[in-house]
Nanobody, 125 residues
Framework: VQLQASGGGLVQAGGSLRLSCAAS????????LGWFRQAPGAERVFVAA????????SYADSVKGRFTISRDNAKNTVYLQMNSLKPEDTAVYYC???????????????????WGQGTLVTVSS
């Protein structure tokens, strides 16, 4: 599976962005898709994930109520709608795929098999 993330950019605090991650492969619906982010000098942390076939979602506490993850299996694409952005949301955002995620999702980066290249989100105050 190859993943291509896009949609990052510069936005003012309070604004919105939508990230997209397009995946290759014919078994897209078998994979859970997750978004992680990494700020400068920090570890990569979980943001949100969605299961492959059941639509089950999980969010980090820091983004609950502001971010929404969704997927379109027909387009092999996962989205991250980010609203009410804050300067602390500034990071490189990565999408990832978990081959064991048809029903459940995981927040653990090491359990994801495939990673995209990342897209930079900068939120100015």
């Amino acid at each position: 599976v190859q993943l291509q993330a896009s949609g990052g950019g510069l936005v003012q605090a309070g604004g919105s962005l939508r990230l997209s991650c397009a995946a290759s492969g014919r078994t897209f619906s078998r994979y859970a898709l997750g978004w992680f982010r990494q700020a400068p000098g920090a570890e990569r942390v979980f943001v949100a994930a969605i299961s492959g076939n059941t639509g089950r979602t999980s969010y980090a506490d820091s983004v609950k109520g502001r971010f929404t993850i969704s997927r379109d299996n027909a387009k092999n694409t996962v989205y991250l709608q980010m609203n009410s952005l804050k300067p602390e949301d500034t990071a490189v955002y990565y999408c990832a795929a978990d081959s064991n995620g048809m029903v459940v999702v995981t927040t653990i980066p090491s359990l994801y098999d495939y990673w995209g290249q990342g897209t930079l989100v900068t939120v100015s105050s």
